[in-house]
Nanobody, 121 residues
């Protein structure tokens, strides 16, 4: 079993910052890509940022310059630093990881439970 546990969401004023964390644990052989997605009320889930095990990143175009994704491979943990937050950033943020579990020969996508980020204007 593989679990993703997120932390760091909350309520922040517009212009403020938050840092999200997501740790993968369990029966893990390797972790490939890790990323963050978000879903606002009435909208589809969308990619925020993604990072490969080697450090390559990609971001939603609209978020470049405000959000930074990073990871600690030794801890199987991914972070999302969010600066200059706007009310439009209000959403549930989900962690995603592509993991090869122990004793498996393929990778699977796993999701965290989601953490609420609310930006007040």
């Amino acid at each position: 079993q593989v679990q993703l546990v997120e932390s760091g969401g909350g309520l922040v004023q517009a212009g403020g910052s938050l840092r999200l964390s997501c740790a993968a644990s369990g029966s893990i052989f390797s972790v490939n890509a890790m990323g963050w997605y978000r879903q606002a009320p009435g909208k589809q889930r969308e990619l925020v940022a993604r990072i490969l095990s080697g450090g390559s990143t990609n971001y939603a175009d609209s978020l470049k310059g405000r959000f930074t994704i990073s990871r600690d491979n030794a801890k199987n943990t991914v972070y999302l630093q969010m600066n200059s937050l706007k009310s439009d950033d209000t959403a549930v943020y989900y962690c995603n990881a592509r993991v090869r579990p122990r004793f498996e020969y393929r990778e699977y996508d796993y999701w965290g439970q989601g953490t609420q980020v609310t930006v007040s204007s």
